[in-house]
């Protein structure tokens, strides 16, 4: 059983950054993937952005240029680093990792976005 804790949320103002942490409970490396999604009020949950075991990088096209996902592998750390932030960013932010068919959910950390 994997284990994911997010941590890092919180309330900022349009145009500022924050720095989402996802601490992984083994090596980032045995996993397919870890991404992270995002649940905004009365929407369905969405992906943002992902990284593979071999450091690739995917991201929605809503974010692209603004959001960068990374890893310190020495930490079993993934990180969500968002700048230029905008309301419609506001969201419950979840960090979910995959190996093979099985996929693993952290609690989620809110991120709120005011105009």
């Known amino acids: 059983q994997v284990q994911l804790v997010e941590s890092g949320g919180g309330l900022v103002q349009a145009g500022q950054s924050l720095r989402l942490s996802c601490a992984v409970s083994?090596?980032?490396?045995?996993?397919?993937?870890i991404g992270w999604y995002r649940q905004g009020p009365g929407k369905q949950r969405e992906l943002v952005a992902t990284?593979?075991?071999?450091?690739?990088?995917n991201y929605a096209d809503s974010v692209k240029g603004r959001f960068t996902v990374s890893r310190d592998s020495a930490k079993n750390t993934v990180y969500l680093q968002m700048s230029s932030l905008k309301p419609e960013d506001t969201a419950v932010y979840y960090c979910k990792a995959r190996r093979g068919s099985f996929g693993y959910w952290g609690q989620g950390t809110q991120v709120t976005v005011s105009s």
């Open positions: 990284i593979s075991s071999g450091g690739s990088t």
């Open positions: 083994e090596s980032t490396f045995s996993l397919n993937t």
